[in-house]
């Protein structure tokens, strides 16, 4: 690929990060991993952070420290990475899947509420392409029903609603590293909470439920084996530094393709402005107009590729999978999660992409749409 959908963007910094730990003599559970914990949790606003081996680990865990369990069910919407269900099904409860906002693709609080029954034990909000979802409404609707908010904020981190940085507003909020992400420890994921009891149990829970004294009969429950290593706390450490630079790279990056796709009356655009949120982009996620099938989207995906154009169709509707039309649990009407999966195309979107890469996929993406 030319154009690749997303690139990981390691410096100098992050391999030199990288070696030192290699030379040291600790490889897990050291001082890397504490520095990189207070790191996201400063920076991010939370009173705690725990740092485990993916962002679907840390999602688990987090539903796991909330005592979510067999019989329980947990809202989350069917328009986002599958990673959100599987999380739910880990803790072995029952995911409820909820119809989105069409302008923000996140969790339609007024679906949310009708959705709620006696067994919703927590509802887990998706920040999808790191646009932050209607916290204010979503808030007061767990608050009212007693019910967890968890915040998945894996695609989102350094998005603010009202001023306060998302992940730090729910029961828990989580954050993932994969390279694709707008920061990178290779793989890593971390929960983020201000409650000490559940940071506690999340800390046990990762380390397969080993009390904080470490010692030899210390197994208070059984637990996971999700722990980051040191060289991935480094890495992680060294990205954090230069996130808030990085965030605003991608939002030029985000208005260079609004200009380019301007006045396309075939390409619906993201929402570039909120009054009351800051976007941080994940991607540039596109919805072709309703004239397009999903068979000529993925004919675009695919001619795209033959130009060197790397393209994603994110996401497939999580409960139209195989695995999950027995086990998942629909509310209502998902047919907007289903027209709007049809027809996105996420567009290439890296922090070192430049003015006429975009320009390159913006002028291609519309000479194939005229056909
Ligand atoms: C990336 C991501 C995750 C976590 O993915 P891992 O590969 O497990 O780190 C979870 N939820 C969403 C919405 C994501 O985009």
């Given at each position: 690929m030319k154009i690749p959908l997303s690139r990981p963007e390691i410096r100098r910094a992050d391999s030199a990060a990288v070696n030192a730990v290699l030379r040291g003599?600790?490889?897990?559970?050291g001082k890397k991993l504490e520095e990189f914990e207070r790191a996201v949790a400063s920076y991010a606003g939370a009173k705690h952070a725990v740092a485990m081996n993916s962002g679907t680990s840390a999602l688990h865990v987090a539903l796991a420290a909330l005592g979510?369990?067999?019989?329980d069910e947990v809202i989350v919407p069917s328009f986002a990475f599958i990673a959100v269900a599987n999380a739910v099904c880990h803790a072995q409860a029952t995911p409820v899947f909820v119809e989105i906002e069409p302008d923000t693709l996140t969790l339609d609080p007024v679906a949310v509420e009708r959705a709620i029954a006696r067994k919703t034990r927590a509802i887990v909000v998706v920040h999808t392409f790191g646009c932050p979802a209607d916290m204010g409404k979503l808030l007061t609707i767990a608050r009212r029903h007693r019910i967890a908010l968890i915040e998945d904020a894996c695609e989102a981190i350094g998005a603010e609603f009202r001023g306060e940085k998302v992940g730090s507003l729910g029961r828990a909020g989580i954050f993932a590293f994969y390279p694709?992400?707008?920061?990178?420890?290779g793989e890593g994921g971390v929960l983020i909470t201000n409650d000490d009891k559940l940071t506690a149990r999340a800390r046990r829970l990762r380390n397969?439920?080993?009390?904080?004294?470490?010692?030899?009969?210390?197994?208070?429950e059984i637990g996971f084996s999700y722990r980051l290593p040191e060289l991935n706390c480094a890495l992680g450490i060294s990205q954090l530094k230069r996130l808030d630079s990085v965030i605003r790279r991608r939002e030029k990056i985000a208005k260079e393709y609004a200009r380019g796709l301007a006045g396309n009356s075939d390409i619906e655009l993201p929402r570039l402005k909120f009054p009351d949120r800051r976007i941080s982009w994940f991607t540039y996620t596109v919805r072709l107009s309703p004239r397009f099938t999903r068979a000529d989207r993925d004919a675009i995906v695919k001619q795209m590729a033959e130009r060197g154009i790397e393209c994603g169709?994110?996401?497939?509707?999580?409960?139209?999978?195989p695995s999950y039309r027995r086990i998942g649990r629909r509310s209502g009407d998902l047919s907007l999660t289903e027209a709007t999966a049809e027809r996105t195309i996420s567009l290439p979107f890296f922090n070192r992409m430049t003015g006429r890469e975009v320009g390159t996929v913006s002028r291609t993406l519309a000479r194939l749409l005229q056909g």
């Open positions: 003599p600790r490889l897990s559970l979510v369990g067999p019989g694709n992400k707008q920061m990178t420890t397969q439920g080993r009390g904080a004294s470490r010692d030899w009969l210390d197994q208070e169709r994110y996401f497939a509707p999580i409960h139209l999978q």
